[in-house]
């Protein structure tokens, strides 16, 4: 086994790295939880190729998610208990897997904010409006984490938009509301924290 990569250090700290940047995004720590975010992934999904090589390496074969899955679930009949038991006794995968979870939702959940038309109408308006630019100073970029709610009926809809605003002068928390009507976004009203 000379030249194997160890997986482990790789998905420990991919997970980290994630969890610290996750909270840093939130807690307005940019630029450096917006590079975690986008580097745990990799980190994380390097460590989970090493791993199946080693896998396959020393059993001989992929691993079984479905096989071990069923018989989980049979020995679950038996002992309601056997589910803890099998989770503890892959605490690794476990949370690897939990954690590789969090991050597709997130991903989800970015490209779906991100690419909307309400939230371009809202990085016009916050680029544009003097009120804000004198709080900010010119905004450099938009934090990744977005959340909020988007709901369109035909031409019209609303929205409400939580995210980062990352200018000259710090981060900022925002929140905006906006409508849609005629097929146009409008922003009515806009927060900076």
């Known amino acids: ?11 420990l700290i991919g997970c980290l790295i994630w969890i610290a940047s ?13 590079v975690g975010i986008v580097i745990s992934p990799i980190l994380t999904l390097i460590g989970l190729f090493h791993w199946f090589k080693f ?3 020393t059993r001989g074969h992929y691993p079984k998610f479905l096989t ?12 309601p208990f056997a589910g803890m038991e099998f ?5 690794l995968e476990f949370w690897t897997f939990s954690i590789l979870f969090w991050m597709t939702l997130v991903l989800i959940m970015v490209l779906t904010f991100r690419e909307s038309e309400a939230f371009e109408a809202t990085k016009r308006y916050c680029e544009n409006d003097r009120e804000i630019l004198s ?3 010119k905004v450099r970029y938009f934090g990744i984490l977005i959340g909020g709610e988007i709901s369109t009926k035909g031409e019209s809809g609303s929205a ?9 002068k710090g981060n900022f928390s925002s929140n905006s509301q906006l409508t849609k009507s005629n097929d146009e ?6 927060t900076v924290r």
Do not use: C
């Not at 989770?87 to 605490?91: A, D, E, G, N, V």
């Open 1 to 11: 086994m000379t030249g194997q990569v160890n997986h482990k250090p790789l998905i």
């Open 68 to 79: 071990a899955l069923r018989e989980n679930q049979i020995r679950m009949r038996k002992n």
């Open 87 to 91: 989770m503890f006794k892959h605490i």
């Open 22 to 34: 996750f909270f840093g995004e939130a807690f307005l720590y940019q630029p450096y939880s917006t």
């Open 55 to 57: 896998y396959k390496l």
């Open 185 to 190: 976004w409008t922003v009515d009203n806009l």
């Open 135 to 137: 709080k900010t100073g």
């Open 160 to 168: 409400d938009l939580s995210f980062t605003i990352v200018g000259e």
